[in-house]
């Protein structure tokens, strides 16, 4: 069986992260969402509001699970998991110079490879925080996360 860790904190999962758990989905028995996260700082969402946010939105696929880790290095997690494959979607350049160093390390510490799943170029502007700010200014993120991720967007972020 291949399984693949997608690791994030997912704070919020938006429609480029589905995109990409979605393609990895066709590519690997298991895909396991691992929402990283650290107790010690709030995020927007709870973890298990997180989790709720992806499972609504992978729920048809039968192969995607979604758990959380705290205050772990990722190439344990894989390790725990006998996953031997990290897979990390990238909107460009930025993206990847970023992530090279991690992906050689987390090599280096397990043997862990990391594949670099080139994300749809639609969703290239999208990111959590960028989603978060624009809300937060009462901009529409309508299209950028799903409906139920946005009202709560609106719903949870201070105006200022």
């Not at 028995?29 to 691992?34: F, I, L, R």
Request: glycine fraction near 8%; aromatic fraction near 8%.
């Amino acid at each position: 069986m291949t399984r693949a860790v997608c690791p994030g904190s997912y704070d919020p999962v938006t429609v480029g992260h589905i995109d990409v758990f979605r393609r990895a989905a066709a590519l690997f028995d298991e895909v396991v969402v691992a929402i990283l996260h650290n107790p010690a700082k709030q995020g927007t969402f709870t973890v298990d509001e997180r989790a709720g946010f992806i499972r609504d939105q992978v729920g048809d696929l039968g192969n995607v699970r979604v758990e959380a880790f705290a205050n772990r290095l990722i190439v344990d997690v894989c390790t725990e998991l006998d996953a031997h494959v990290l897979l990390k979607g990238l909107r460009g350049e930025t993206d990847f110079s970023y992530e090279w160093p991690m992906a050689l390390m987390n090599r280096h510490l397990t043997g862990v490879e990391t594949l670099f799943l080139p994300g749809d170029p639609r969703h290239e502007y999208v990111s959590s925080s960028l989603v978060k700010e624009v809300a937060r200014f009462g901009g529409d993120v309508t299209g950028l996360v799903a409906d139920e991720v946005r009202d709560a967007l609106v719903e949870r972020l201070p105006r200022p």
